[in-house]
């Protein structure tokens, strides 16, 4: 198994640590990049900062809420981009609004999750999105 390189775009610092957590006792995730707004996300995600930062993430996890730029701006970045549009993006948010969870499958979302309230629940969810994209699913080079 590949270990692979996970790019967290998260503002609550609580979510970084719980999500860290859950991704760390793993054994798949051995690179974890986080970055705390839409506009650092795309700053990162540019082929520029991408070279100094070694190499593109191969999975992204994607608040919704986010300063500078929302999720859904960083979204439609990434599935714009030709040499980002096949690294999967996971929204992983707060929100269960109707109108974002059409918004995010209507600009290639790979899956919209929302955050469990519980704390256990949360870490559960982490583990099994990385348990599927992790050692389920085939991810390209």
Not at 57 to 79: A, E, R, T
């Amino acid at each position: 198994m590949k270990n692979l390189h996970l790019l967290l775009v998260e503002d609550n610092e609580g979510d970084v640590l719980l999500t860290k957590e859950a991704l760390l006792s793993g054994k798949a995730v051995n690179q974890i990049s986080v970055v705390r707004d839409g506009k650092a996300a795309i700053d990162y995600l540019t082929l520029e900062d991408a070279s100094q930062n070694n190499t593109l993430p191969d999975l992204i996890l994607l608040d919704i809420n986010l300063p500078k730029k929302s999720g859904h701006q960083v979204l439609q970045f990434i599935k714009n981009t030709e040499y980002l549009k096949q690294i999967p993006v996971i929204m992983l948010t707060t929100s269960s609004s109707e109108t974002d969870v059409e918004l995010a499958y209507k600009n290639y979302v790979n899956c919209f999750i929302t955050k469990p309230v519980d704390v256990q629940e949360f870490m559960h969810a982490v583990r099994e999105i990385e348990n599927f994209w992790m050692n389920i699913v085939t991810l390209p080079e």
